[in-house]
């Protein structure tokens, strides 16, 4: 059974650094790409970004310069990084495996996501 | 960028009758990339719907996805009262961004 473990603070400050880590069991983070989706309080969800095990990256381009994600295989995590954080990036961050290699079929694996709270 | 627009925005049916949840985007969706979640509160979000038309393993067969280029449906026959819950429909491009989402349904009981 495949389980996806969002970890992190949960409190973060005004300009800092939210840093957060998905640690996959059950399956291989070489095996497929992976996602982090966040979600505002009382909001829709929000598409952050995607990594392959190679490395490959995509981020939304309103995050762009602010995101950094990546992948460390011998640990079987993936991991995101949003700087100069403000109060509009509290939300619940949520991992998440694409069905297929293909990544044309959605997230069919989450994690049960980690609420990240931005604050002075 | 393709914006995604759901309707209408809150449904309020009765358990045993039949829902339809519309999804339409402002352009074209690539080869109908459209797949749709269900989120119930405190949950994550759950796969339904992938390709408009295929259903994820383990989902019921009263849930069923139809569309095709900017106009998408989830139909639910029959809802059963774990049905009440929101649902998102999202595309998948290969322009920036890649993935989005629309802005939910929320399906309530009547």
């Known amino acids: 059974q495949v389980h996806l473990q969002e970890s992190g603070p949960g409190l973060v400050k005004t300009s800092g650094t939210l840093s957060l880590t998905c640690t996959v069991s059950?399956?291989?983070?070489?095996?497929?790409?992976w996602s982090w989706v966040r979600q505002p309080p009382k909001k829709g969800l929000e598409w952050i970004g995607e990594?392959?095990?190679?490395?490959?990256?995509y981020c939304d381009p309103s995050l762009k310069s602010r995101v950094t994600i990546s992948v460390d295989k011998s640990k079987n995590q993936f991991s995101l990084i949003l700087t100069s954080v403000t109060a509009a990036d509290t939300a619940v961050y949520y991992c998440a495996r694409h069905l297929g290699i293909a990544r044309t079929r959605g997230f069919d694996i989450w994690g049960q996501g980690t609420m990240v709270t931005v604050s002075s | 960028e393709i914006v995604l627009t759901q309707s209408p925005g809150t449904l309020s049916l009765s358990p045993g009758e039949g829902a339809t949840l519309s999804c339409r985007a402002s352009?074209?969706?690539?080869?109908?990339?459209l797949a749709w979640y269900q989120q119930k509160p405190g949950q994550a979000p759950r796969l339904l719907i992938y390709n408009a038309v295929s259903r994820a393993t383990g989902i019921p067969d009263r849930f069923s996805g139809s569309g095709s280029g900017t106009d998408f449906t989830l139909t639910i026959s029959r809802l059963e009262p774990e049905d009440f819950a929101d649902y998102y429909c999202?595309?998948?491009?290969?322009?920036?961004?890649?993935?989005?989402f629309g802005q939910g349904t929320r399906l309530e009981i009547k």
């Open positions: 999202q595309r998948y491009g290969t322009s920036a961004p890649r993935y989005s």
């Open positions: 352009q074209s969706v690539s080869d109908n990339y």
């Open positions: 990594i392959y095990h190679s490395g490959t990256t």
């Open positions: 059950g399956d291989s983070v070489s095996s497929n790409w």
